[in-house]
């Protein structure tokens, strides 16, 4: 029988909502940091300009990502029974959410016309609010829970989120020599062993005959190839190998994958390892 590894030892449940909005409002001061690194990193010449701003633009993604999770567990620790919800978070290396978190998110957001469509409007919530506690001089717990959820789909239905893929897109860098062309093919995972969001950059020459974004021949079997092997445990090398083995007029230069944290903060993570970006 295979032997099976429990990861759930090192998740954590934030029951309090006082606990999770600060969490919330911890990393996410933490997130924007993330852009001034790759700033830096681009001052050093580690990164070029093009890939800082593709790194920021995930970067903001994930921010999206952290305030629709915070608006779902605005109140969690109030609300009792079945609508009961609570944020976990990976606590050993990571700092994130769990990957279930991202998986449920990315379920929500396929169904968040139906929810929305079933939901009052945020203004008509209030005016039921300012009602309850003027009138009956209660705490509306319950409709601050319908608000909060009304506001976390009207974020899905917005968009710009990290979802557990984000699919590969090609960025033109230059025409080449022979008719080949350069370009900078980038995409991210989220990380379901690391609980971390993980950047993929891939300079690669084509001479193909087609512009490689607008060849629906190749383009959709390149998309599906670079996710499949987006899994920590491979080396670049072997990626880079394979890539370059299943498409003969496509020919990869550079392949960088870069980790978008962990995040550490004493009241929340447990850090024993070293602390990637």
Do not use: C
Request: hydrophobic residues 45%.
């Amino acid at each position: 029988m295979a032997a099976e590894l429990d990861l759930t030892g090192d998740h954590k449940r934030l029951d309090d909502d006082l606990a999770a909005r600060r969490y919330f409002a911890k990393f996410d001061r933490i997130t924007r940091m993330l852009v001034s690194v790759a700033g830096a990193m681009e001052a050093d010449r580690s990164l070029s300009r093009l890939d800082t701003g593709v790194l920021a633009g995930y970067v903001n993604a994930i921010s999206a990502t952290f305030r629709a999770l915070s608006l779902k567990y605005l109140i969690s620790g109030r609300i009792e029974g079945v609508l009961a919800r609570h944020l976990t978070i990976d606590l050993h290396e990571s700092g994130f959410p769990i990957y279930q978190e991202l998986a449920r998110m990315a379920n929500d957001a396929a169904q968040s016309a139906l929810h929305l469509r079933g939901m009052a409007e945020a203004e008509a919530l209030k005016d039921e609010m300012i009602r309850e506690i003027v009138g009956a001089r209660a705490i509306p717990t319950k409709l601050q829970y319908a608000l909060s959820q009304r506001l976390y789909y009207e974020a899905l239905r917005k968009g710009g989120l990290f979802w557990p893929q984000m699919h590969p897109a090609a960025q033109w860098l230059a025409d080449l020599p022979k008719r080949r062309r350069s370009y900078l093919v980038h995409w991210a995972v989220y990380d379901s062993q690391l609980n971390v969001p993980v950047v993929y950059l891939l300079e690669l020459e084509d001479s193909g005959r087609k512009a490689l974004p607008l060849d629906q021949g190749r383009w959709p079997q390149v998309q599906a190839h670079l996710l499949a092997q987006s899994v920590g445990g491979l080396k670049l090398v072997t990626i880079a190998a394979g890539f370059d083995a299943d498409f003969d007029d496509l020919h990869p230069k550079r392949l960088r994958r870069i980790h978008l944290g962990p995040m550490y903060s004493s009241a929340y993570t447990l850090q024993t390892g070293p602390i990637r970006a």
